[in-house]
């Protein structure tokens, strides 16, 4: 995000003229609160089959939520290893998807110096608790400046390790990352974690054996991706990205297909960011953005919904997301054709400011706030 916790100086949050209005017919929604008193909840996900909630906590924990109750001890704690505070902190977790195998779980995190860390870590020998001491540090980067880190890790269908990385930060990319093939910033990233020591680079990444380019590439172009998910139904990738004044945006793309370029920082979501090099060649337009005209400012990307609420039916293969300013929630659908429909502000009572999105084992939708609690999307009585 631009920052979950900037100050309202910075926020300059404005407003947006793409006013999204429900149809008729549509599903009424409600959302309910799971737990409260958390601290700057930034991410929430289980392991497949698994019943029980992971929270992310931005200064270095991760809280479980077993039968509807926050368990007291964190399931993980390295807030000793965490800078946190801005856009800083623990800010993604990852399960992989053999853990119930093999016990393994990756984070991504601003270490003391400011810099990225993606560690594997194991579960003990008690479910609820990690083992601190196994930690293995998988990829580290170098961040410029305190904002734009990204943050998110994920397995694909393909069982891939992704993790999304900012343009590193200030503002307008003053070092041109995020159209420099040469560096990670920027960068959706695409990681075997299986097939190497700390990892492999798949051999069908997009710029393997490029000539300057790292190979661990996925997609470019990006500003600061906050979030990013994959619709494994329809073949889908959808990635989130801040804009630096002007446009959110949301990109969507199949799975199957890297080496996109976003547009980042000659573009801001469908508008030219420099009009002395507004050259669109090659670039992947968003389907979706809009502005800042009802006091948005910075988009909090969501999921596809494949939940199986029977109150939620006519709402399977709608995309979920918010804005950190503006609070409201909101969906569209992208049709087989990439056409966008179904845009719509669904009416659910204030958010408070929305920090992030998370989806459980059955497909249940969370919405994450930063006023301390974890709200299910329910279909209303």
Not at 109 to 116: H, K
Not at 174 to 194: E, I, Y
Not at 210 to 218: F, L, Q, S, T
Request: hydrophobic share 40%; proline share 6%; with cysteine.
């Amino acid at each position: 995000m631009r920052s979950f916790l900037l100050a309202a100086t910075l926020l300059a949050c404005h407003g947006s003229g793409d006013e999204p209005t429900p149809p008729s017919g549509a599903p009424a929604l409600r959302v309910r609160p799971v737990v409260s008193g958390l601290e700057s909840p930034l991410f929430l996900t289980a392991p497949a089959g698994d019943a029980r909630l992971f929270v992310v906590e931005q200064p270095g924990r991760i809280r479980v939520v077993e039968n509807g109750q926050l368990r007291a001890a964190p399931f993980l704690d390295i807030t000793a290893k965490v800078a946190s505070g801005g856009e800083r902190g623990l800010l993604g977790l990852a399960f992989h998807p053999r853990y119930a195998q093999n016990g393994w779980f990756y984070v991504d995190y601003t270490d003391r110096d400011g810099d990225t860390r993606v560690e594997r870590y194991r579960v003990s020998a008690d479910r609820n608790v990690a083992d601190p001491a196994s930690a293995t540090l998988v990829l580290a980067v170098d961040q410029p400046y305190a904002n734009h880190n990204g943050g998110q890790v994920s397995f694909g269908p393909d069982g891939r390790l992704y993790v999304a990385l900012g343009d590193g930060g200030s503002g307008g990319d003053p070092q041109g990352n995020g159209q420099s093939l040469g560096t990670l910033l920027g960068k959706l990233l695409r990681l075997d974690v299986d097939g190497g020591t700390p990892y492999a680079i798949p051999s069908d990444n997009p710029f393997v054996g490029r000539p300057g380019a790292r190979g661990e590439i996925w997609a470019y172009g990006l500003r600061n991706p906050w979030r990013f998910a994959f619709d494994g139904p329809a073949g889908r990738l959808y990635i989130a990205d801040v804009g630096q004044g002007a446009r959110e945006e949301i990109d969507v793309a199949p799975i199957a297909t890297g080496g996109l370029n976003y547009g980042w920082n000659r573009m801001e979501g469908t508008r030219c960011y420099r009009a002395e090099s507004c050259d669109r060649t090659g670039l992947t337009a968003p389907v979706f953005d809009y502005g800042h005209d009802d006091g948005a400012c910075s988009i909090v990307g969501g999921y596809v919904y494949r939940g199986d609420d029977a109150a939620l039916a006519p709402l399977v293969g709608h995309y979920f997301y918010s804005d950190y300013c503006a609070g409201w929630l909101r969906s569209l659908r992208v049709a087989a054709d990439g056409t966008v429909t179904d845009v719509r502000e669904w009416d659910v009572g204030p958010l408070g400011q929305v920090l992030s999105f998370g989806v459980d084992a059955a497909g249940r939708l969370y919405v994450l706030s930063a006023n301390g609690t974890v709200y299910a999307v329910d279909g209303a009585a």
